[in-house]
């Protein structure tokens, strides 16, 4: 069986960054989410709010340092939701895994 990070396009790192999750139509409502990996092509991160895969969404590093490196050094990303999972944490609502894919190209 082969590994599927072997089929990854990008080395994937570990963050545990607090991040603002928002509809790309309505950047005027805010949700919280929690980073848990990143790549140059994207990142995964869990949030309450469920969402639909190709949505267009926009994240906001929530303590955003220009000084940073690696994630944090952009305060803000676009992209596309290319997948999602049912977390079913104990959340009212339940908990969700999402995958997104940028934009525009990023550089770390």
């Known amino acids: 069986m082969e590994n599927s990070s072997e089929k990854r396009q990008y080395e994937r790192h570990a963050s545990r960054t607090v991040l603002d999750l928002y509809r790309h139509d309505n950047q005027d409502l805010a949700f919280p989410a929690r980073l848990n990996n990143y790549s140059r092509g994207g990142m995964c991160l869990e949030t309450s709010e469920e969402m639909d895969v190709g949505q ?43 995958g997104i894919e940028y934009s525009e190209a990023v550089t770390y």
């Open 56 to 98: 267009h969404v926009y994240i906001k590093i929530r303590n955003y340092d220009p000084r940073s490196g690696g994630f944090e050094k952009y305060d803000k990303y676009t992209g596309y939701v290319r997948w999602s999972d049912e977390l079913g944490t104990s959340y009212p609502g339940g908990q969700y895994g999402y």
